[in-house]
T-cell receptor, first 113, second 111 residues
Framework: DGGITQSPKYLFRKEGQNVTLSCEQNLNHDAMYWYRQDPGQGLRLIYYSQIVNDFQKGDIAEGYSVSREKKESFPLTVTSAQKNPTAFYLC????????????FGSGTQLSVL | GESVGLHLPTLSVQEGDNSIINCAYSNSASDYFIWYKQESGKGPQFIIDIRSNMDKRQGQRVTVLLNKTVKHLSLQIAATQPGDSAVYFCAENSSGSRLTFGEGTQLTVNP
């Protein structure tokens, strides 16, 4: 099946620790995105990438980092600089990254120990 | 900045009734709009989309209406079922490279 796979489903972070969330897609989409969702809230854009080896900051990039070394993969690192990391993280992809329909993964719930 | 917002944060309907979920947008230059359904603990699922050159688009049990004069978007769900209970998000293409999402409406269907 074609789609977007996020892992793990649940992740726990200790104080001062960096953690990396995985996102893989086999849809052959050029663009990939990371969103953060807090309880009862909408989606806020962290980072996005329209092409391999290039990415742009979204609205809440501080405390996060990404890489796009392969078209299929767009991992997100939540660094120790992110003081309030507990949230539901959603990865998405789109064909060209021109504001068209997004295809979402199933999400990763990150919690702080 | 530009934003997409919703009139009501929650909506409760009886099974079998029709549901209408509303969304206001502020960027008159937006030319593409989309609705997503998100069940608890899952990623958003595409429901239906519409371009600004259209006023109405129908899918299976769903209809999206676009009123560009008052910058209003609505999602109508016919014969609402318990499985329709979820949070519904609208989004607009306001910047050309990304979608801007609204806060969401929690739809609860009572049996």
């Amino acid at each position: 099946d074609g789609g977007i796979t996020q892992s793990p489903k649940y992740l726990f972070r200790k104080e001062g620790q960096n953690v990396t969330l995985s996102c893989e897609q086999n849809l052959n989409h050029d663009a990939m995105y990371w969103y953060r969702q807090d309880p009862g809230q909408g989606l806020r854009l962290i980072y996005y990438s329209q092409i391999v080896n290039d990415f742009q900051k979204g609205d809440i990039a501080e405390g996060y980092s990404v890489s796009r070394e392969k078209k299929e993969s767009f991992p997100l690192t939540v660094t120790s600089a992110q003081k309030n990391p507990t949230a539901f993280y959603l990865c998405a992809s789109s064909i060209q990254g021109k504001g068209e329909k997004l295809f979402f993964g199933s999400g990763t719930q990150l919690s702080v120990l | 900045g530009e934003s997409v917002g919703l009139h009501l944060p929650t909506l409760s309907v009886q099974e079998g009734d029709n549901s209408i979920i509303n969304c206001a947008y502020s960027n008159s230059a937006s030319d593409y709009f989309i609705w997503y359904k998100q069940e608890s603990g899952k990623g958003p699922q595409f429901i239906i989309d519409i371009r600004s050159n259209m006023d109405k688009r129908q899918g299976q049990r769903v209809t999206v209406l676009l009123n560009k004069t008052v910058k209003h978007l609505s999602l109508q769900i016919a014969a609402t079922q318990p499985g329709d209970s979820a949070v519904y998000f609208c989004a607009e293409n306001s910047s050309g490279s990304r979608l801007t999402f609204g806060e969401g409406t929690q739809l609860t269907v009572n049996p």
